[in-house]
DNA sequence: GTCTATACTCTGATAGAC
DNA sequence: GTCTATCAGAGTATAGAC
C-alpha cells in the first residue's frame, strides 16, 4: 500500500480497502476483481492500482488487519475474573463484532473455505498460541471446580461457531426467521443461556 | 445436465460433478473456472460443455442435490421420540454429515457467504417450512416441559453452526488443535454434552 | 462423443498523456 | 494523481472435423 501522505491519499486508500472488504467478503480473493472494487471505490482501475500494486496487495492488506480485530476479544478474557463472567462477556463481545463487522466476518470466512492459503502461518502461530494460553486459563478454571469440565478449546471452537454463523449465514438466519425479528438480541439471549447452563459448576454432568 | 443413456456418459456426469463440488466448494461459484473443473474431472473443457451446457447448470446441479441431502437429518427427527435422544441424534447425524460430506458443507457455506443468490427461494420455501414445523414440535416438547425453554429456531441454528464449523472451518480446527487430535471424535463428545445440559428440563435456567 | 481451433469477453496490470 | 489506451493472458462458450 502507499503510504498516505496527502488528504487525498488518505481517503482513496480508505475507500479502497473499504470496497475490497465488500467485494472481497462476497466472493473470496478468485472471485473477486478489480474492476467491481474500483467502481464500489469509486475510482478507476489503474488509479486504484497506483494505490496498491496489485489485487493480493489489497486483500493482504485487508487480512493483516483482521486478524488482530478478531482475537481481541478472546485477549480481553481475563484470568482474574469471574470465569463464567469473563466467558459469557467473550460472547457477548465476539457477538457483537459479528453484528458490526459482518463482511470482516465473511472476509474470514471465504479465506478459510479456500483452506487459508494466506493465512494458514498466522492460525498456526498468533492463533494457536492465543488459544493456548487461553485454554490454559480455562482449564485452571475447571480445576478450581469454578466451571464445568468441557474441552476448553472446543468450548471456544463452539463460541466462535455460534458467534460468526449469524454474520456469515445471515441471508439463512433472516430468511428462516422471517420478519419482525431482531437476529442479534435474540441470539445474545440465547447463547447466554446456553453458555450459562453449559458452564454453570453445580449442574450435574 | 445430459440424461445420461450409456454407461460412458454417467460415468463423465460424475466425474464432473465430483469435480464440480471440488472446485466450487474451494473457490465459489465466481472463482471457479471450467478450466480447472474439466481438469479435475480429467476432461477437456470441451467435451465438459457437452454434458453440461454452461458453468451455471454445472452450480445449479450441484446445489439442487445438496439441499434435500442437507435437510435430512432434520426431517428424521421423529416427534413421538423422546425429545433429548431426538436432538442429540439429530446433532450426531449433523456432525457426520460434516465429517462425511465436508465439500457439500463448503459448497453451502460459500452460496449463503455471497447472499445465497441462487438458493433464497429455497432458504425462504422448503427449508423455512420444514424448520418451522420442526420448531412446532420443539415448542410442544417445551409446552410439555420435556425439556428445557429455549428458542427453538435459534437452538436450530446452533445446531447447525456448531456441526458445520467443523467442515467450513477445518483448517482452523486442525491448526488449533495440532496433531494427535480426532476433531469429529472430540466434537461429538462435547456437543452432547452442551446440548444435553442445555436442554436438560430438570436444570434451573 | 470427443477433440482442435477459435471467437469473444473479462481480468490484471502497464504505458504514457495531462 | 488521475485518466485513456492498451496489452497479454485467462475465461466462457461455440464451430466443426473426426
Redesign the interface.
Known amino acids: 500500500m502507499l503510504k498516505p501522505r496527502t488528504r487525498i491519499q488518505e481517503r482513496n486508500s480508505k475507500a479502497i480497502l473499504e470496497a475490497g472488504l465488500d467485494v472481497f ?8 476483481t478489480l474492476d467491481q472494487i474500483a467502481e464500489v471505490a469509486g475510482l478507476s482501475k489503474p488509479n486504484l492500482l497506483y494505490y496498491f500494486p496489485s489485487k493480493d496487495a489489497v486483500y493482504l492488506a485487508l487480512l493483516d488487519h483482521l486478524l488482530d480485530t478478531w482475537l481481541d476479544p478472546l485477549r480481553l478474557m481475563n484470568p482474574k475474573g469471574d470465569p463464567v463472567t469473563e466467558v459469557l462477556s467473550y460472547v457477548r463481545r465476539k457477538l457483537d463484532l459479528s453484528r458490526d463487522y459482518p463482511r470482516e466476518s ?1 472476509l474470514f ?2 479465506e ?5 492459503p494466506r493465512m ?1 502461518a498466522a ?2 502461530g498468533p ?2 498460541t492465543l ?1 493456548d494460553e487461553k485454554a490454559q486459563v480455562l482449564r485452571r478454571w475447571i480445576a478450581e471446580g469454578r466451571i ?1 469440565p ?2 476448553p ?3 471456544i ?2 463460541i ?3 458467534t ?3 454474520a ?2 445471515d ?3 433472516c ?4 420478519p419482525g425479528h431482531d437476529p442479534y438480541a ?2 445474545q ?2 447463547l447466554t ?2 453458555f450459562r ?2 458452564l ?1 459448576p453445580t ?1 450435574a ?1
Chains 1, 2 share one sequence.
Not at 112 to 116: E, R, S, T
Not at 175 to 178: I, K, M, N, R, T
Open positions: 467478503s462476497q466472493h473470496g480473493f478468485r472471485g473477486a465473511r470466512a471465504n478459510m473455505l479456500q483452506g487459508a494458514l492460525i498456526e492463533l494457536k488459544v464445568a468441557v474441552h478449546i472446543h468450548l471452537f463452539s466462535w461457531a455460534l460468526q454463523h449469524y456469515d449465514f441471508v439463512q438466519v430468511g428462516v426467521l422471517g435474540e441470539a439471549e440465547f443461556l446456553l447452563r453449559l454453570n449442574e454432568t
